[in-house]
């Protein structure tokens, strides 16, 4: 569209400054005027892009601010109440309610821990201490530590694909993979099923991490890994997680020139890319 209207600007300019030397005055008015309605027609265009993405920007912020005021005000009113109770003599200070007490200032914890790490990936101060990683080997060992959780909903989960080496951050990049898997978990169902495919490509690295959940609704793809967001509020609040896990992944995997992308599959479920230049 950009390029279309600038074509037709330049067209009919220079059809203006030819017809003008010629001395057709009429005809070098007409295109003169037609090149104007063009100009002012995508300068209204590109204004209502601005907008849009300024209003999307906005509500993006305040859906930020009231995720994490809700993030740290439910536990903290869980803790005031329990202390509250416990000092009155309402309750008895109970092995259960201080445990109770302590799970909820880790939420706290968890939360700022995620803050800071957002902060320090999304600023200058990330350092990548890059060596050769095998990602076919990486996902597999991954992938392994998630037994545990994978036996309890009976779910299986499959690992293939080329052995690949990339110069990459080993850590960060378990991180990412770690991330992307345990979202495949918490969200497939009872009995489904998880694939991770890594492809060896001319000069990248490919890994594909696919469920057979839920999926993600196409109106919230475009925003998924934005810092708080998350697609279903009441499921990620009972899975856990403060809906930075995405943020920082991508954060993670730009650092190292690469790219990660989330869609649906035709069957269902979810389908992550995670691309890793060699």
């Known amino acids: 569209m950009k390029n279309l209207f600038i074509c037709l600007i330049i067209t009919f300019a220079a059809l203006g400054v030819i017809l003008y030397f010629n001395m057709f005055h009429l005809a070098c008015v007409v295109s003169f005027l037609l090149a104007l309605c063009a100009g002012a027609f995508f300068t209204r265009h590109l204004s209502k892009q601005s907008e849009q ?68 990936i999304d600023g200058d101060n990330l350092k990548l201490s890059r060596s050769a990683v095998n990602l076919l080997e990486l996902t597999r060992v991954i992938t392994h530590n998630f037994a545990a959780e994978t036996a309890k909903k009976d779910i299986s989960a499959a690992v293939s694909g080329d052995a690949c080496e990339v110069s990459a951050d080993r850590d960060r990049i378990s ?50 890994f934005e ?16 809906g930075v896990g995405l943020t920082i992944a991508r954060s993670i995997v730009e650092a190292h020139g690469g790219t990660v992308r989330a869609e649906n599959r035709a069957g269902g479920g979810s389908h992550f890319t995670v691309t890793l230049p060699k």
């Open 227 to 242: 810092r708080f967001y998350r697609t279903d509020k009441s499921r990620s609040r009972k899975t856990g997680g403060a």
């Open 175 to 224: 991180q990412v993979i770690t991330n992307l898997i345990s979202n495949a978990v918490k969200f497939t169902p009872d009995g489904g099923h998880i694939s991770v495919t890594v492809t060896d490509a001319e000069n990248s690295g490919v890994i594909e991490i696919c469920d057979d959940g839920t999926g993600i609704a196409e109106s919230e793809l475009p925003y998924i």
């Open 53 to 120: 993405r300024l209003s999307e920007q906005e509500n993006l912020r305040k859906r930020l601010t009231a995720d994490v005021a809700h993030e740290l005000r439910t536990p903290l009113a869980a803790v005031a109440s329990h202390l509250e109770a416990m000092t009155e003599g309402i309750w008895e200070p109970t092995p259960e309610r201080l445990s109770s007490c302590r799970e909820e200032i880790l939420r706290i914890a968890t939360l700022v821990a995620d803050l800071q790490q957002l902060a320090q």
